[in-house]
């Protein structure tokens, strides 16, 4: 029998074409096949709120998935409420988290049954700074002016702003205390967006909220930043209120208080998910740090554009997590 070598050719090339969209849905990669809630273990308005809801507004305005992300705020218990969440919700994919240093400090206050080991880690996004800031009409123009001030009112005469209780904003303010021989009354609020507000209205002298949380306020001149909590101080040099930068703000340790600390942006997931699940975050999240949008907002917020994923990021929890026990072990906030 013969055969027309057209015919076979084109019988080979359909049946290689067959084999190929075959394979393709055997391996296509996995996406979201309804819509995904985004958990923001804290208050509406603070760091972690509008970093959750940036990245809502990317993906919908550059249709990075078909599925939407709606944004849920879980705050009880310190973050507790989000994290057990999503701890609960194995093998479920549907559903993420962002996460601020309370992934270590809630735990290690509380004794609530949680670790960030629990989750399933997907990015760090960044690591965002701390300042301390005061009222615009505070008489103090520098950091060691205003300690100064609260060491001569005495101990538990002045008011630091922040949010929540045994959390970051408390272990910078016990170390601010150890340092330099003073004693703040420590408000704890909500959400940093709460706690800008708050200072802006002199309910409190003082607070130590993240940049993005009070540029809006720093910029229409209602606060003033006095040093950054940081080792080096931030890069990001164009103006942002009539005569300062972020890179203008010294360090506090210029101003003679040796405390510095950076709290993580990081996303997270729920235990039990596959590596193609994973995948599909974590290529999503690089997608929107690429996008301008979220350039612009990391220099917006004065942000330390550090990210990682996969191992190196568990490592670099596991480190966190160990400094996080010495400082509130120091404090004095670790539950018994």
């Known amino acids: 029998m013969k055969i027309k070598l057209s015919n076979l050719k084109s019988s080979l090339a359909t049946a290689a074409a067959i084999a190929v969209m ?18 923001v273990p804290a208050g509406t308005g603070g760091g972690a709120d509008q970093m959750a809801r940036l990245i809502q507004g990317i993906v919908i305005k550059h249709k990075l998935m078909k599925e939407p992300l ?10 507790a ?3 057990l969440e999503v701890k609960g919700a194995t093998g479920n994919p549907h559903k993420i988290i962002i996460t601020l240093s309370n992934l270590f400090t809630t735990p290690l206050a509380t004794g609530v049954p949680f670790n960030w080991r629990d989750m399933t880690p997907v990015s760090m996004m960044a690591l965002d700074q701390f300042v301390l800031w005061v009222n615009a009409e505070n008489p103090a123009k520098n950091a060691k002016e205003y300690l100064a001030a609260v060491k001569a009112a005495g101990p538990s005469k002045i008011k630091m702003g922040g949010t929540g209780s045994k959390q970051e904003d408390q ?3 016990v170390g601010i205390e150890k340092a330099t021989g003073t004693k703040f009354i420590y408000i704890p609020f909500k959400g940093g967006g709460e706690v800008a507000v708050q200072l802006v209205g002199k309910h409190v002298d003082s607070s130590v909220n993240n940049p993005i949380e009070a540029v809006a306020q720093w910029r229409a001149n209602q606060l003033r930043a006095l040093c950054v909590f940081d080792e080096k101080r931030m890069t990001y040099k164009a103006k942002v209120t009539d005569t300062q930068s972020w890179a203008d703000i010294p360090t ?9 600390y950076t709290m993580l942006r990081g996303i997270f997931m729920a235990p039990g998910v596959t590596k193609d699940q994973l995948q599909f975050y974590v290529d999503l999240l690089k997608k929107i740090r690429d996008t301008p949008e979220w ?8 942000f330390n554009q550090t990210t990682m994923s996969g191992d190196e990021y568990a490592k670099w929890l596991g480190t966190a997590e160990q ?7 120091e404090a004095g906030f670790i539950a018994k």
Not at 252 to 260: L, Q, R
């Open 81 to 83: 409420e989000g994290f």
């Open 70 to 79: 709606i944004v849920v705020n879980k705050s009880g218990g310190a973050g």
């Open 22 to 39: 075959a394979m393709g849905s055997a391996h296509a990669a996995w996406e979201p096949t309804k819509p995904v809630e985004f958990v």
């Open 171 to 173: 272990i910078i303010t």
């Open 252 to 260: 506090c340790k210029e101003a003679g208080v040796p405390t510095d």
């Open 323 to 329: 400094r996080h026990r010495e400082l509130m072990k």
């Open 295 to 302: 350039k612009d907002y990391m220099e917006k917020g004065a």
